[in-house]
């Protein structure tokens, strides 16, 4: 119970410094004054819970613990006309859930490289739901800052990109 207490006391943390971080100053991103990810409640009222400032490059990636290699896996994101595309799949090990072949689905390339298996991709995934669980280290890479998602207190979130009209 006292890990429990601490993990929703860092998560309150993380979510002070949330506005920080979506007050950040971005480029302008085709006229819309930049591109915004949403992490919504994926179950309950589906409350907003964040929206982050991508960056110029309209890039985010996901990492965790793969539930059956017990191997990390990176997962590489980016929004192209309002829309998520994953661009890539990093891991150690092949599993279930995992691609294991060089056609697999929307695949544009496949390599090894410094011991990690890489497939290319331009997947179109629409939102993100995600189940979290502390224990596979779930994690968003966005804009330079790493954000703990077993932190936020949810054990599940979807990602999606913010829709303008919500960011006024």
């Not at 497939?119 to 939102?127: A, N, S, V, Y």
């Not at 998602?149 to 009209?165: F, K, M, R, V």
């Amino acid at each position: 119970m006292r890990q429990r207490r601490t993990l929703r006391s860092v998560g309150v943390a993380v979510l002070a410094a949330i506005p920080f971080l979506a007050i950040t100053p971005l480029p302008a991103h085709a006229g819309t004054g930049g591109v915004w990810l949403c992490l919504t409640e994926t179950r309950g009222t589906g409350a907003n819970i964040a929206r982050l400032p991508l960056g110029h490059t309209a890039t985010f990636e996901l990492s965790f613990i793969h539930s059956v290699s017990h191997t990390p896996v990176r997962d590489l994101y980016r929004v192209e006309n309002g829309q998520i595309v994953q661009t890539a799949e990093i891991f150690l090990a092949h599993g279930a859930g995992l691609p294991s072949i060089a056609n697999d689905m929307d695949a544009t390339g496949w390599r090894h490289e410094n011991g990690q298996f890489i497939l290319d991709m331009h997947r179109l995934t629409g939102p993100i739901p995600l189940r979290i669980q502390a224990e596979f280290k779930n994690t968003l890479h966005i804009a330079g800052t790493d954000l703990p998602l077993a932190d936020l207190g949810h054990s599940a979130i979807t990602l999606a990109p913010c829709d303008e009209e919500t960011l006024k």
